[in-house]
């Protein structure tokens, strides 16, 4: 049973920082790629940030790079997104996700994380 829990606050001011945490259970975490993808009101799920399993290697949609950085720690199986510079844009319900090795699908494509959280409201004010 793959559980994922995302933890952090929800409300934060434009130009403020936030960090979220994402408490994996139930899988293999160091054999699973991580990812964090947003999805705002009427819009379709997109990705955000990915950090491989093998290389640690990350990748992060063009309106993000720079801003956020995704990390992750092994001996806590927990992955974190930092947020800084944070826009209004950005508003939406984060979901953290699982991708387990050898998965079908490209790190930007929801169809290779199997493991989703249930999201978290993340709301920046103008």
């Known amino acids: 049973q793959v559980q994922l829990v995302e933890t952090g606050r929800g409300l934060v001011q434009a130009g403020g920082s936030l960090r979220l945490s994402c408490a994996a259970s139930?899988?293999?975490?160091?054999?699973?790629?991580m990812g964090w993808f947003r999805q705002a009101p009427g819009e379709e799920r997109e990705f955000v940030a990915t950090i491989t399993w093998r290389t640690r290697d990350t990748y992060y949609t063009d309106s993000v790079k720079g801003r956020f950085s995704i990390s992750r720690d092994n001996t806590r199986n927990t992955v974190y997104l930092q947020m800084n510079g944070l826009k209004p844009e950005d508003t939406a319900v984060y979901y953290c996700?699982?991708?387990?090795?050898?998965?079908?699908?490209?790190?930007?494509?929801?169809?290779?994380?199997?493991?989703w959280g249930q999201g978290i409201q993340v709301t920046v004010s103008s």
């Open positions: 996700a699982a991708r387990p090795a050898f998965s079908s699908g490209s790190y930007y494509d929801r169809q290779g994380y199997r493991f």
């Open positions: 139930g899988l293999t975490f160091s054999r699973a790629t």
